[in-house]
């Protein structure tokens, strides 16, 4: 299938009613979920699940992988992923290039990687595990960073080297590059121009919020204008792929997001003239 | 720095604030951020997964209980629904002398795992055509949970549930019990006397219903025992719990 813009919404608990109970579906062209909310055993969650993926292709974006733990993968979390990825035969599935999870401590945040030769095999070898395990390619997510660790790499040199290794695609969250490019001092468009851009398969766009000394990946206000200068950039080195805005705090009505898409729809198919 | 070195390290920074040896720009701003947000999602998961209990204590004293639970309960699963279930125990250490505490803390939390316990299909009143009562097993649905009570955090719960004013708590005129359940998506209780109550927990054991109305009889007499049985058997098919009966091996 040839590669063309699509654009999505996170659905969110605020908007269950508008996506499950509209005359229509919501004018989106897919929904990507949190999959650890819905890898439960039954219940209401899973109900709504099955009644939005009747509306909706949907994409899996996963948390909790931790696909840079030293002590490898949780072999009961991939059952369960598994589980749900064969019930929703979703869009795409991803996780973020961080780890949670050590040694039976689950920290639940998305914690950063050093880019060493040495985490670049743990993390290859977990990324091997996992698409073997689901029976399909992920994609990686870059993320939001507070510590500069020691490496031997840049992160984009690194995503090039998991993405050529193991077979797995991008995720690219360009406001996560705005967000690191600030904490950690480097060129977002150096990081743009390092990746390799015909992976990406899917963009997220999101807001963050001025720490005391860094920025924080909040998602918790609308795309903010250098988000969106970058998103531009970025399909000039990706072509069209799937966009969707992630807000995950001070949730606005949904015509307020499907607005915000409107946005990224007049960037990715009129990009000379929002450029003029 | 080896990666697990790092990890370790990081980890003892978010659960005991122990100071990693980073050699990194920033690294006590960086280590911050981690550290907030550990902590304030643990709070939030708690606070969102424990409404009601959240109410009755008022903000300082939850927010006191949860911090005495995070520093001692660091999260294991990969899963935030499962990081509330060890709070009421946490609750009962540290109001030994206020069950209501626990025990609605115990509800709270068994009303949340009813939420996602495995679906079960609806009984279907034609396997019971037929059925020799006598041996007939039922088998309860998987929702379906039964917790000791000493206090009415029932009523308390209720009441705060329904935005009015709790009762103030109560010891029970004798220990009971509190039977969780779902109906259909929703999450349901309500308070069992003991009698009840051990006959739901004979079922579970795998008591035949000739062998609970047996029990009941001997308890209550030839005339009542039978009655009550049935009693109980009705308001059971009616709330739901029954998800299957069979004379033959479940």
């Not at chain 2, 699963?77 to 125990?89: E, K, V």
Request: glycine share 6%; charged share 20%.
């Amino acid at each position: 299938m040839a590669a063309s813009h699509r654009f999505g919404l996170g659905l969110r608990k605020p908007h269950y009613g508008d996506f499950l109970d509209g005359d229509a579906p919501v004018a989106v062209d897919f929904v990507e979920v949190i999959s650890e909310n819905f890898m439960v055993p039954g219940g209401r969650p899973l109900d709504v699940l099955r009644r939005v993926r009747e509306r909706h292709p949907v994409a899996l974006h996963g948390v909790s992988m931790s696909l840079g733990s030293a002590d490898g993968l949780d072999a009961d979390y991939l059952r369960r992923l598994r589980s749900l990825v064969d019930a929703v035969e979703p869009l795409f599935v991803s996780d973020h290039l961080s780890w949670s999870r050590i040694g039976g401590f689950n920290s639940h945040d998305l914690l950063p990687l050093p880019y060493t030769l040495e985490a670049l095999e743990v993390v290859c070898a977990n990324i091997h595990q996992a698409q073997e395990a689901l029976g399909r390619t992920m994609l990686i997510e870059n993320p939001s960073s507070y510590l500069t660790l020691d490496g031997e790499m840049s992160e984009w040199a690194f995503l090039d080297q998991i993405c050529a290794r193991t077979g797995c695609d991008l995720l690219l969250d360009v406001n996560n590059i705005v967000v690191s490019a600030a904490n950690h001092g480097f060129d977002a468009l150096a990081y743009l121009a390092g990746i390799p851009a015909q992976r990406v398969r899917q963009i997220h766009l999101a807001g963050h919020s001025q720490g005391r000394d860094l920025l924080i990946d909040t998602h918790d206000k609308p795309v903010p204008p250098p988000v969106w200068a970058l998103y531009r950039r970025a399909l000039e080195r990706t072509g069209p792929v799937a966009t969707m805005i992630e807000r995950d705090d001070d949730i606005p009505p949904l015509a307020d997001l499907l607005e915000e898409l409107d946005l990224a729809r007049q960037i990715a198919t009129q990009p000379e003239r929002e450029s003029a | 720095m080896s990666l697990i070195a790092l990890q370790t390290g990081l980890r003892d920074w978010l659960t005991a604030e122990q100071t990693p040896a980073l050699q990194a720009p920033r690294a006590k701003a960086g280590l911050s951020v981690y550290l907030n947000t550990y902590r304030a999602q643990l709070m939030a998961c708690l606070s969102e997964s424990y409404p009601t209990l959240h109410a009755w204590l008022g903000d300082d004293a939850f927010a006191a209980a949860a911090a005495t639970h995070i520093d001692a309960s660091p999260p294991s699963s990969w899963t935030l629904d499962a990081y509330g279930l060890g709070f009421p125990a946490t609750l009962r250490d540290l109001y030994p002398h206020d069950p209501e505490v626990g025990d609605l803390a115990a509800l709270e939390c068994a009303l949340a795992q009813a939420f996602i316990a495995p679906d079960s299909p609806p009984l279907d009143p034609a396997s019971l055509a037929d059925i020799d009562w006598d041996r007939a097993r039922l088998r309860l649905i998987p929702a379906l949970t039964l917790l000791p009570a000493s206090s009415n955090a029932g009523a308390i719960w209720s009441a705060i549930a329904q935005g009015e004013t709790p009762p103030p708590a109560q010891l029970l005129p004798q220990p009971g019990a509190i039977l969780i359940w779902r109906d259909g998506f929703t999450p349901a209780f309500r308070t069992l006397e003991t009698a009840e109550a051990r006959a739901l927990e004979a079922l579970r054991e795998g008591c035949d219903f000739g062998a609970l109305c047996a029990m009941l009889v001997a308890r209550e007499g030839e005339t009542a025992g039978p009655r009550i049985a049935g009693s109980y058997l009705a308001q059971w098919l009616r709330d739901g719990l029954i998800a299957q009966i069979s004379d033959h091996p479940l």
